[in-house]
């Protein structure tokens, strides 16, 4: 079971940062190209589509970071680590990026994407940080015969 979650972990996990990265260095720069004159609409439909993609992978990463942690193994202290990780991009998510997306919904605002550019870089580094802590721990328990005991 254990190795079950921890795969679907670290997969989700990977997804996330494989997001994270395209819409801070592709994305999220083009926000200042857009229509002026749609920009409502523009940004109602990011909202939209993004969601269908990142509400489920984040709601997996997060139900099976807490399993993770709730299950006794040897990788408690990593698991424990990712997790903090998650929650500070959950938190960073809803009071950074979230109301930046708010207020972009209202028209175009170069000082606001701006500082949605800005603020992003903490989930971007984030996410990349725990998807390097699983890396971690998966060559550590590939190292074992039964990997995450």
Sequence with gaps: MLSILFTVNIVVTAIMVGVIWTIQLVHYPFFHRLEKDNYELHMDD????????????????????????????RYQPEFIAGLILL????????????????????????????KLLKSNWIRTGLWSIRLILLIFVLIRASSNVSILR
């Design 46 to 73: 990011h909202r939209e589509k993004i969601s269908y993609i990142v509400i489920p992978v984040m709601l997996a990463e997060l139900s099976t970071a807490i399993s993770l942690v709730l299950i006794n193994s």
């Design 87 to 114: 929650l500070l991009i959950w938190i960073s998510t809803a009071l950074l990026q979230a109301p930046s997306h708010s207020r972009l919904a209202g028209g175009y605002n170069p000082s606001e994407v701006q």
